[in-house]
């Protein structure tokens, strides 16, 4: 009898509801919550949960001070109080990831919101990870083909490197993403539009990125109108989903847009717990977390990430904090300037004010000779445009401006192009190389003629 009875109460004791430590919240100030009565680590994720109508939301720990740990919820604070209860869940946030997550839309927790259904989920990933060690990073030694033929021409990418689109508003920089991501030689695009208008979101998935770039493609989003802890780790999120990738062999292309929007939700984190503001309101912090984030892309030992990051300049001003901190840790900048934009000129990459830090290692020598031949024609023509416009330049005064003048035309049909129209990286080299040629035979240059032959084809 005793030992029937023990048994039957023995199988209801997984059934009681555990006890568990609940913290209470003090005050709420701005975006921030301020909860005693729990011992939480920097990251703990904990749900904050109102006691009059069961209403409650995520909240993350990013601050502590001698009251409590200062928390920042991920939804809206509406309904909250002084009073209510804090669970801690006894984890920080993550992500889940899965070969079915390609063709999909996810918000910045991973969760679906394109109206597709459930994703079969294979694992979850932390958001934080350590960069590459530097010297187990696999050199970069290989194209990266994107099918735009200013790019692949002038400013070649490499396989692994970490490029940065800098641009004012509404000169065409997702336009340009979406250019790339449609045909660029990767196995998988990892796209995040962070901190976008909600109405960009859906033009960008139907209409620059279309049905072929996105069956190969997860896209992350975090409108403007989210949380900012939302709008920050939505860039986290996009760089472990394209590290799981990366680690199961995968050639990624990563693209963040926009870096700048993403500083701005780390500066609303950090001025709501307290910190200073230093350069145009940013913290310190700010600075310290760009390198922690854009170091992760980069080749592993199996597979690579293709890093592409958007930077919105603030009044078309290139030098401006963020835009100024981003390009000394990237490796190369692509510059779209609102002058190629206003005169129809597209994409609008100014090639004067580029540069690929890795082009000389992946094109052949003759490659080079070719593309500062299109440069030098280039700089000549500008820096004589007025003269030529108003039909005072005398031609023969300068033999680089008269080449440059002659070769207008070519010049612009192979740095102009629609949005639609792919080019093989072979057609690239061979209208780069017959302007190079044209302009050796028009300006000679002792011992430095370049020859007609085609660029390195990526392996």
Request: charged content about 25%; aromatic content about 4%.
């Amino acid at each position: 009898m005793v030992a029937s009875t023990l048994d039957a109460l023995t199988t209801k004791v997984p059934l009681v509801p555990r006890l568990r430590p609940l913290g209470r919240v003090t005050r709420i100030v701005g975006l921030v919550i301020e909860a005693t009565g729990l011992e939480l680590g920097m990251g703990s994720l904990c749900r904050v949960t109102s006691l009059s109508d069961d209403r409650s939301v995520l909240a993350e720990v990013v601050g502590f001070h001698e009251r409590g740990a200062l928390l920042m919820p991920l939804g809206d604070l509406e309904g909250l109080h002084p009073g209510a209860s804090v669970a801690d869940l006894g984890r920080s946030l993550g992500v889940r990831v899965g070969e079915a997550m390609l063709g999909r839309v996810v918000n910045a927790l991973g969760m679906p919101i394109d109206g597709k259904g459930k994703i079969e989920f294979e694992k979850r990933v932390p958001l934080s990870n350590d960069p590459p060690n530097p010297l187990e990073r696999e050199r970069i030694e290989e194209p990266f083909v994107t099918g735009v033929r200013t790019i692949d021409g002038l400013l070649t990418i490499g396989r692994g490197q970490r490029v940065g689109i800098f641009a004012g508003s509404g000169v065409g920089k997702s336009v340009l993403l979406g250019m790339i991501a449609r045909r660029a030689e990767s196995d998988v695009n990892v796209i995040a539009l962070l901190g976008e208008r909600g109405r960009e979101v859906r033009e960008f998935v139907e209409n620059a990125l279309g049905p072929e770039g996105l069956a190969r493609s997860v896209i992350i989003v975090a409108t403007g109108d989210e949380s900012a802890l939302l709008r920050a780790r939505g860039a986290l999120v996009a760089t472990a989903i394209a590290e799981w990738f990366r680690d199961r062999g995968k050639q990624v292309l990563l693209m963040v847009d926009s870096v700048t929007r993403v500083a701005m939700a780390w500066r609303e984190i950090g001025l709501a717990v307290g910190e200073p503001p230093t350069t145009k309101g940013y913290p310190p912090s700010v600075f310290a977390y760009l390198p922690r984030l854009l170091e992760r892309a980069g080749n592993g030992a199996q597979g690579g990430i293709t890093g592409l990051y958007t930077v919105l300049v603030d009044g078309d001003d290139f030098t401006e904090p963020v835009a100024d901190a981003a390009r000394s840790i990237l490796d190369g900048h692509l510059v779209l300037t609102r002058r190629l934009a206003s005169a129809g000129h597209y994409p609008a990459i100014d090639i004067l004010e580029s540069k690929s830090r890795v082009r000389d290692h992946v094109i052949t020598r003759t490659q080079r000779d070719h593309a500062g031949a299109v440069q030098r024609l280039e700089a000549a023509y500008r820096e004589k445009e007025d003269l030529i416009l108003v039909g005072a330049y005398q031609r023969g005064s300068n033999p680089v401006v008269d080449a440059a003048i002659d070769l207008r035309g070519p010049v612009l049909d192979l740095l102009q192009q629609p949005p639609d129209e792919y080019t093989p990286f072979e057609q690239t080299g061979q209208q780069l190389a017959e302007i190079g040629t044209r302009a050796a035979a028009m300006v000679p240059r002792p011992g430095t003629a370049p020859r007609l032959n085609q660029m390195r084809m990526p392996s």
